[in-house]
DNA sequence: CGAGGGACCTGGTTGC
DNA sequence: TGCAACCAGGTCCCTC
């Protein structure tokens, strides 16, 4: 379900409700996400939420001695609740703020995190080794060139490594191949440098464009009210099997690219 | 170091 | 209608 820009409209919508204000209670209900929930968690009870942020799919939330980290996984979702409002089968975790406003991490997958983290938490394991965030300026065509000499997978599999780029996700690796022309299984090392600067254009594009339609929903996305991302309506490629290509009229293709369903123009996409 | 595959889960859709 | 097979937006970890 979530990839950056889902996750980043997530951030948008759940910050002004829990900064500044202290977490009273967190109610673990089952703790077995793709890691067990820890008892650390319970760190959080009695600090003052500081700020909230983003690195990569991972939203960040600041305390006095350390924080939260949450990742939503292929399923997972957040949203804001009265703190008794009653709990669904997969409303895992609870933050309860002093507000008596809640905010309820809900993942049927289960293939989510949550857990607490010590400063600086740039070093967590989980963050340390990972690339650039995709809209700041250190991703640039050059570092994606440089990156990728040598590397024979496919250019798809290279933009969703989050050691190479964070934030690139299924959905926006093949529509931002498209934007720029590139087969998805063009080997990465094999594409030149002018046109990995088209392929960062694209792909700082379609996430920005994401985020503006706060994001895309697919089957089940909703952001922190609960509302639907509308980006859907503007996926150019994923999805569209056998349907024309806006460009050029040719069937869509479907091909599984690292175990990943991937779509593409035959005829755009060289 | 890079590449590939399995693993973690539930639930909706598809096809016999 | 029932049931099995397949598919899904992520990413870590192990092996080669």
Request: with cysteine.
């Amino acid at each position: 379900m979530p990839e950056l820009p889902e996750v980043e409209t997530t951030l948008r919508g759940i910050s002004p409700v829990l900064l500044g204000r202290t977490i009273s209670e967190v109610r673990v209900r089952n703790a077995a996400l793709r890691w067990p929930v820890t008892d650390e968690v319970q760190q959080a009870c009695g600090q003052r939420v500081s700020s909230l942020r983003r690195r990569a799919k991972y939203l960040l939330i600041a305390l006095e001695t350390g924080g939260l980290m949450i990742h939503l996984g292929m399923s997972g979702s957040l949203r804001i609740c009265d703190e008794d409002d009653e709990a669904g089968k997969h409303d895992h975790v609870d933050i309860v703020l002093d507000s008596g406003h809640c905010l309820r991490f809900n993942d049927p997958r289960r293939f989510g995190l949550f857990c607490w983290w010590k400063a600086p938490v740039e070093e967590h394991p989980l963050l340390r080794h990972l690339g650039p965030e995709p809209l700041q300026d250190s991703f640039s065509g050059t570092y994606l060139y440089q990156k990728s000499r040598g590397r024979r997978g496919a250019v798809k599999n290279f933009i969703m490594d989050g050691k190479v780029v964070v934030g690139v996700g299924n959905i926006y690796a093949s529509e931002s191949l498209f934007m720029a022309g590139i087969h998805p299984a063009r080997a990465a090392g094999r594409i030149s440098a002018v046109r990995y600067e088209a392929l960062v254009a694209a792909i700082r594009d379609v996430l920005e464009r994401a985020i503006a339609q706060g994001g895309t929903t697919l089957r089940d996305f909703t952001g922190s009210d609960g509302r639907p991302g509308y980006f859907a309506q503007e996926l150019l490629v994923y999805g569209r099997e056998a349907v024309p290509c806006f460009a050029c009229g040719t069937s869509i293709r479907k091909k599984v690219i690292g175990q990943r369903s991937s779509f593409y123009c035959p005829t755009c996409q060289v």
